[in-house]
């Protein structure tokens, strides 16, 4: 059965969740911006999800995580939560 892991920030808007994104693509630390800005519990620890299979989040959540390229910086992606940035950190198949 396929793994996954995974970290994520969850913002409100998805005006932030831009601007997040574009500062981590110049190079701002995804578990620092996490810690700063992420409404999710999980910011606390860079915004780290540990390992999860399929159906075990939210499906928007999922479709993103068992397809994305692994290492890279995906999102917006709404869900009913909000709106987070999503980087799959490691992927078995």
Do not use: Y
């Amino acid at each position: 059965m396929a793994q996954a892991e995974a970290r994520h920030i969850l913002v409100d808007t998805e005006e932030l969740c831009e601007e997040l994104k574009t500062q981590i693509a110049g190079g701002a630390d995804f578990g620092d911006v996490a810690k700063e800005h992420s409404s999710c519990p999980s910011g606390a620890s860079g915004g780290a999800l540990g390992s999860f299979g399929p159906g075990q989040m939210v499906p928007e959540f999922d479709q993103v995580v068992f397809s994305a390229p692994v290492n890279e910086v995906q999102g917006p992606v709404k869900t009913q939560f909000g709106f987070h940035l999503l980087e799959v950190t490691s992927r078995t198949d």
